[in-house]
């Protein structure tokens, strides 16, 4: 019983660092987010993108950590069940936390490119 008692803590604590990485991701980047241009702001808020994106990654780690510990203790009420959450909420918690990354990173490569090139640039088209 007190291996049960060790992951349904962990599975809690990974449930905090996951909420809370969430909620950083969410306050650096709302500066970015909210901004008229939002190529412009990426490039001039570089650091604050970056920064916001190793917090979604931590979330997403965390947040698919979750099943993998349960998966023991919700085993001895179904197993078939147990596997499903596993599976399902581990592949859409991978899938939905490492693919925003991917496209903040690549946003803010274009935001520089963008910055790079000038607004006079991008105007004509």
């Known amino acids: 019983m007190n291996t049960y008692r060790s992951n349904a803590i962990i599975a809690g604590v990974l449930y905090i660092i996951g909420t809370v990485a969430g909620i950083l991701s969410l306050v650096l980047s709302a500066p970015v987010r909210d901004a008229q241009n939002l190529l412009t702001s990426v490039a001039a808020n570089a650091s604050q993108v970056r920064i916001a994106t190793l917090f979604v990654l931590l ?54 490119l963008y910055a790079q090139a000038g607004d006079s640039a991008a105007s004509r088209f």
């Open 59 to 112: 979330m997403g780690l965390s947040l698919a950590m979750v099943p993998i510990v349960l998966y023991p203790i919700l085993r001895r009420y179904n197993e078939v069940l147990a596997l499903g959450y596993v599976v399902f909420r581990g592949a859409l918690e991978t899938v939905g936390c490492f693919v925003t990354p991917v496209i903040w990173l690549l946003l803010l490569a274009l935001g520089q």
